[in-house]
């Protein structure tokens, strides 16, 4: 079946550390998007990705970095700058064009020890 | 910018009764809204897109309204289960922040009780 791989489901960072989020599908899909939760929020677009190779800042991109080389997979590197980092974090994508359903993974929950 | 408000944070009714969600936006109609089913721990799963120009669509249990007067949409589950226990959120594009993209609203809790 196809769909959306997050990976891990549960991660945890210490003080001063980055830390990477796997995000992987294989639906072919072009576009693909991370989104911050938090309890009682909605859910707020840190990074979005068009293509390969290409993407831009959403509304709360700062202290995240993201990568786009290949057309399946988006990783999310939460950096040390990040300096609340403890949320739900989720990947999603779309065949391309806008208005289009998102797909969602499961989600990766992050804390600080 | 656009603003998105789901005015209930939870709501409880029995089962078999109609659950009946609210979705408000502030400013331009968007073309498109959309709603999701999220499950705890889980991400959240489309359910139904309505256009600006259609006024209901449905889709087995569920009916979703789009009011551009009201800048409202409505989601109804009819003869409601417990298995449709979850958060529903509404979605609409957003051309004031991340160009086209979805902005969320915080979702309503619905509980059904046997």
Same mark, same amino acid.
């Given at each position: 079946d196809g769909g959306i791989t997050q990976s891990p489901k549960?991660?945890?960072?210490?003080?001063?550390q980055n830390v990477t989020l796997s995000c992987e599908q294989n639906l072919?899909?072009?576009?693909?998007?991370w989104y911050r939760q938090d309890p009682g929020q909605g859910l707020r677009l840190i990074y979005y990705s068009q293509i390969v190779?290409?993407? $831009?800042?959403?509304?709360? =991109?700062?202290?995240?970095?993201?990568?786009?080389?290949?057309?399946?997979?988006?990783?999310?590197?939460?950096?040390?700058? $990040?300096?609340?980092?403890? =949320?739900?974090?989720?990947c999603a994508s779309t065949p391309g064009q806008y208005n289009q359903p998102q797909h969602f993974g499961d989600g990766t929950r992050l804390s600080i020890l | 910018s656009q603003k998105i408000e789901q005015n209930s944070e939870a709501l409880n009714i029995q089962e078999g009764k109609t659950a009946t969600l609210t979705c408000n936006y502030t400013n331009y109609s968007p073309a498109y809204l959309q709603w999701y089913r999220q499950d @705890?721990?889980? !991400? @959240?799963?489309?359910?139904?897109?309505?256009?600006?120009?259609?006024?209901e669509k449905r889709?087995?249990?569920?009916?979703?309204?789009?009011?551009?007067?009201?800048?409202q949409s409505l989601f109804h589950i009819?003869?409601?289960? @417990?298995?449709?226990?979850?958060?529903?959120?509404?979605?609409?594009?957003?051309?004031? !922040?991340?160009? !086209?993209?979805?902005?969320? !609203?915080?979702?309503t809790k619905l509980s059904v009780k046997p």
């Amino acid at each position: 079946d196809g769909g959306i791989t997050q990976s891990p489901k549960y991660l945890f960072r210490k003080e001063g550390q980055n830390v990477t989020l796997s995000c992987e599908q294989n639906l072919n899909h072009d576009a693909m998007y991370w989104y911050r939760q938090d309890p009682g929020q909605g859910l707020r677009l840190i990074y979005y990705s068009q293509i390969v190779n290409d993407f $831009q800042k959403g509304d709360i =991109a700062e202290g995240y970095s993201v990568s786009r080389e290949k057309k399946e997979s988006f990783p999310l590197t939460v950096t040390s700058a $990040q300096k609340n980092p403890t =949320a739900f974090y989720l990947c999603a994508s779309t065949p391309g064009q806008y208005n289009q359903p998102q797909h969602f993974g499961d989600g990766t929950r992050l804390s600080i020890l | 910018s656009q603003k998105i408000e789901q005015n209930s944070e939870a709501l409880n009714i029995q089962e078999g009764k109609t659950a009946t969600l609210t979705c408000n936006y502030t400013n331009y109609s968007p073309a498109y809204l959309q709603w999701y089913r999220q499950d @705890p721990g889980r !991400g @959240p799963v489309f359910l139904l897109l309505i256009r600006e120009n259609e006024k209901e669509k449905r889709k087995e249990r569920l009916k979703v309204t789009f009011d551009t007067t009201l800048k409202q949409s409505l989601f109804h589950i009819t003869a409601s289960q @417990p298995a449709d226990s979850a958060t529903y959120l509404c979605a609409l594009v957003n051309y004031g !922040g991340s160009q !086209g993209n979805l902005i969320f !609203g915080k979702g309503t809790k619905l509980s059904v009780k046997p």
